[in-house]
């Protein structure tokens, strides 16, 4: 989810609230030492609204279930005078058309904190079921 997190911030600016929801689909998996089952205890697949600072709003989702999917990532993008549909597979394409550059573009530690906080925001929002503030860096 941070990736996607980061990704939708360099698109769209910064996310000041979200409202998510979790899903568990496997319960239980083989152990590694063939002792028998074990309990899993982390989330399949997250999905979040977000309302960004711009007043742009956008959806994120994302899975850790999708069998014969490589990496599927990516976005659309909806404007006034058009629209356009990315997929992350061709990032480095994306990247040199929107900065003139072929390099992808360097995060800090403020970049990555950002991000975080988001990332805490969704957790409290699928706990309580309701818009939740991103906390400020």
């Known amino acids: 989810g941070s990736h996607a997190i980061d990704f939708s911030r360099f698109l769209a600016?910064?996310?000041t609230s979200v409202l998510g929801?979790?899903?568990q689909f496997v319960t239980e998996r083989d152990k590694?030492?063939?002792?028998?089952?074990g309990v899993v205890d982390v989330d399949d697949a997250t999905a979040f609204m977000v309302r960004f600072a711009?007043?742009?709003?956008?959806y994120v989702e994302s899975s850790w279930s999708a069998p014969g999917k490589k990496t599927r990532a990516g976005f659309d993008v909806i404007g006034s005078t058009?629209?356009?549909?990315f997929n992350w597979e061709h990032m480095g394409?994306?990247?040199?058309a929107i900065s003139g550059e072929n390099e992808r573009p360097q995060t800090t530690f403020r970049e990555g904190l950002k991000s975080t906080l988001v990332e805490e925001a969704v957790m409290e929002s699928v706990h309580s079921s309701?818009?939740?503030?991103?906390g400020q860096s």
């Open 13 to 15: 600016g910064d996310i």
């Open 21 to 23: 929801v979790q899903q």
């Open 32 to 37: 590694l030492d063939g002792s028998g089952k």
């Open 54 to 58: 711009s007043g742009a709003t956008g």
């Open 82 to 85: 058009g629209s356009i549909e």
């Open 93 to 96: 394409e994306l990247i040199g």
């Open 130 to 134: 309701v818009w939740t503030e991103v």
